[in-house]
């Protein structure tokens, strides 16, 4: 409960319009893309600068309320869901492109910001921001931030935390701190930029980025490799790798999730196939005609059935739509989907690949795969019933075996969703229980009273995703 003092402060500070504590706000904001996995927040603001979120956070730092920043929600790891009460801070209003600076290819923007409007726009003046999440189309910038997101196209250009350079951001205490800039080189004491990339809101609230931009590729190329064996396939991942050819893209579709996107989007995928593999290649024509006349090769020999190269733009985008599709289209078949992002070195995709398969028909739950192979990040994703108790149980089971597997084959239990709430338990399985301490040290320093994104990354006790926490 938030004291009524504090209220009406909030309400001084972001206008009564931009305060709201009605049932039907607090029941939105009480869940995000994670399933089975809700708990009501008390209050909802919606700040429209820095100095609001500065104002807001000494407020809430001086009755001890818990701040829950939230993007678009899309996270799949509990990162919004306020499972400690408090006040949630949706970041929509600020979203501005302050600036797009072509002498040293940055652009300074609020945090707000949808990342498919921003790579768009930035793509009209010639320049390329890579880092493009599945759910770019709804995520904001600041999400992609905290919890530095991958894409489909981090394999050759890296995630988000290769092109965040510079943060503006606000303490637990409403300080606010600026790190980096449009520098490409600053060694100026602790590089507090990446340690505030991927701190799942748990550290500060972002409210300005500075963000690298390079030259958009002027050719590009997109090919679909066809295998009958899934192992073929997987091994394949690792092939092209071998070879020094790293692709833009490298996506992996098993059997089933293929079905599944072909009867959503009727985009004519090979059913028969037990996998596909959906290459791209971008840079100068030359390099790409090169490179993906190798990747063929490189297929064929890996006992590939057949390898298409798309003719127009219009076939390489509806083939890259196979890939965008996937978790939407396995969403449709049953009530719950579990999507997880276990992430091994890319030399043990097979084995990874194996592993799942051998897991799902240990615990027999139904586990479709697909996910970016070329970085070694493999999304299982179960499809059940949240009312099936005995079946989630399954789930949860065959999942934690999975995390474990993906550690014993020197992977981890997150390659980009972040850990949030449901993968806190797993944590320590990870980073050992030094790491922890340190993490923990890092946390008392910039939030003393633990107000930021309460139960989040630490685990004070093994809390799963089935327990559904009522606020
Ligand atoms: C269909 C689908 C596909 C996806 N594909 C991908 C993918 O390819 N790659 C990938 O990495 N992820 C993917 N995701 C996961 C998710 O979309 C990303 O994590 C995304 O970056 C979240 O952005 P958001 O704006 O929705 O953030 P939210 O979900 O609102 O927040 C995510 C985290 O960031 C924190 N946060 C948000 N804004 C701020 C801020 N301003 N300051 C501090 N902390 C903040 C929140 O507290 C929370 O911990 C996918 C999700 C879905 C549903």
């Not at 579709?253 to 596909?276: F, Q, W």
């Amino acid at each position: 409960m938030i004291p009524e003092t504090a209220k009406s402060r909030l309400k001084q500070i972001v206008g009564e319009a931009h305060f709201r504590d009605d049932p039907q706000t607090l029941v939105t904001h009480s869940y995000d893309g994670t399933p089975m996995l809700q708990s009501l927040p008390d209050a909802v603001v919606y700040p429209a600068d820095t100095r609001q979120v500065s104002e807001i956070l000494k407020v809430l730092h001086e009755y001890g309320i818990p701040l829950i920043s939230r993007g678009s929600g899309t996270n799949l790891s509990g990162g919004t869901v306020p499972v400690e009460g408090g006040v949630v801070m949706v970041m929509h209003r600020m979203n501005q492109i302050l600036e797009l600076d072509l002498e040293n290819l940055t652009a300074t923007v609020q945090p707000g910001l949808n990342t498919k409007r921003f790579i768009e726009h930035v793509e009209q003046y010639g320049l390329f921001y890579p880092p493009d999440p599945g759910s770019m189309a709804v995520s904001t910038i600041g999400g992609n931030i905290a919890e530095c997101s991958g894409g489909l196209r981090g394999l050759k250009y890296g995630t988000t935390k290769d092109y965040v350079i510079g943060l503006e951001a606000v303490l637990a205490n409403g300080e606010i701190i600026r790190t980096g800039g449009k520098l490409m080189k600053d060694v100026a004491g602790y590089d507090l930029t990446k340690l505030l990339v991927g701190s799942e809101g748990t550290l500060a609230v972002i409210t300005e980025a500075v963000l690298k931009l390079i030259p958009l590729p002027k050719c590009k190329k997109t090919m679909i490799a066809m295998f009958s064996d899934i192992y073929d396939a997987a091994r394949t991942v690792s092939k092209i790798i071998e070879n020094r050819i790293i692709p833009a893209t490298l996506e992996f579709l098993d059997n089933p999730t293929i079905r599944v996107v072909d009867d959503y989007a009727k985009i004519g995928l090979p059913r028969d196939m037990e996998a596909i593999l959906l290459i791209e290649q971008d840079g100068d024509r030359e390099t790409v005609e090169r490179d993906i006349a190798r990747i063929g090769e490189i297929c064929r020999d890996e006992n590939a059935d057949r390898v298409e190269i798309a003719q127009s733009d219009e076939e390489a985008q509806k083939l890259m739509s196979a890939r965008r599709f996937a978790f939407t289209a396995l969403a449709r078949l049953k009530p719950t989907t579990i999507l997880e992002d276990a992430t091994v070195p890319r030399s043990k995709i097979a084995d990874m690949v194996v592993e799942i398969n051998r897991i799902a028909k240990k615990y027999n739950v139904t586990i479709c795969t697909f996910g970016h192979a070329g970085d070694g990040n493999l999304h299982p994703t179960a499809l059940t019933d949240a009312r099936d108790r005995e079946e989630i149980e399954r789930v949860e089971a065959a999942f934690e075996e999975i995390f474990d597997a993906a550690i014993r084959l020197g992977g981890t239990i997150t390659g980009e969703h972040g850990v949030g709430t449901v993968k806190a338990p797993f944590l320590e399985w990870k980073v050992g229980r030094a790491g922890i301490d340190v993490m923990q040290g890092i946390k008392r320093a910039f939030d003393p009273k633990g107000i930021l994104n309460p139960g989040k990354m630490f685990a004070k006790e093994t809390r799963k995703r089935v327990i559904i926490h009522h606020g």
